[in-house]
């Protein structure tokens, strides 16, 4: 094989691996995701769910430690749920 040879495999080569993940349905459906318009509304909660877990244990003591809280307090806040 001469030197145009190995270029025209190669070639071929790098087009079927394009080819191939075009036609990937794992990366097309993170294209179409990506591409999709976010969502403006806020998600439905039922009326009588109350507060949500992970916004107790993980957003509350953040707010209060930025609120002027002391580390103390966020430890406490943390470790209390």
Partial sequence: MNRSHV???????LFGACAQAATDPVAL???RMLKHTP???????PANFGTDP???????????????GSSVQFARAATSR
């Fill in 39 to 45: 969502v403006t509304t806020a998600p439905a909660v």
């Fill in 54 to 68: 992970l916004i107790a244990a993980m957003v509350e003591p953040l707010r209060l430690w930025q609120s002027g």
């Fill in 7 to 13: 270029l025209s495999a190669a070639i071929l080569a």
């Fill in 29 to 31: 459906s993170f294209e």
